[in-house]
């Protein structure tokens, strides 16, 4: 029994229905993958079991450490928990330096200013 340790996706119990209505109970895994991810605000890879919708889910926000840092602590694994906790301490501002932005505002408008940058495309109104 396989679980995702960022979204906490798990097996679920289904019906298989036949053409005469005989249900057939059936358990439906997810695909979970052994997964090495590299952490930019670490600088190091991060090894968990994750489900490809997890991957993909992660690549559209941004990054793991993005993804991470907005998941509820609830779905995360006890692994996935210490990560996230030092990756906000990491990121966390030192005491006497000038008071940041939180983590996830900070990683949004580097995106942004990321996505600004690039040149539009030939024949698209911008």
């Given at each position: 029994?396989?679980?995702?340790?960022?979204?906490?996706?798990?097996?679920?119990?289904?019906?298989?229905?036949?053409?005469s209505?005989i249900?057939?109970?059936?358990i439906?895994q997810p695909?979970?993958?052994?997964?090495?991810?590299?952490?930019?605000?670490?600088?190091?890879?991060?090894?968990?079991?994750?489900?490809?919708?997890?991957?993909?889910?992660?690549?559209?926000?941004?990054?793991f450490?993005?993804?991470i840092?907005?998941?509820?602590?609830?779905?995360?694994s006890?692994r996935?928990l210490?990560v996230k906790?030092r990756?906000?301490?990491?990121?966390?501002?030192?005491?006497?330096?000038?008071?940041?932005?939180?983590?996830?505002e900070?990683?949004?408008?580097?995106?942004?200013?990321?996505?600004?940058?690039?040149?539009?495309?030939?024949?698209?109104?911008?």
């Open positions: 029994m396989s679980r995702c340790e960022l979204s906490g996706k798990g097996p679920v119990v289904k019906n298989l229905v036949s053409h209505n249900k057939t109970k059936t439906a695909n979970v993958q052994k997964k090495r991810i590299m952490s930019r605000a670490l600088n190091e890879m991060v090894r968990l079991q994750i489900s490809t919708s997890a991957i993909k889910d992660m690549e559209h926000m941004g990054g450490d993005i993804y840092l907005n998941q509820d602590n609830k779905k995360l006890p996935a210490t906790n990756i906000l301490r990491k990121i966390k501002p030192k005491v006497g330096a000038k008071p940041a932005e939180t983590a996830t900070t990683a949004l408008t580097s995106k942004t200013a990321k996505a600004s940058r690039t040149p539009a495309k030939k024949g698209s109104k911008a």
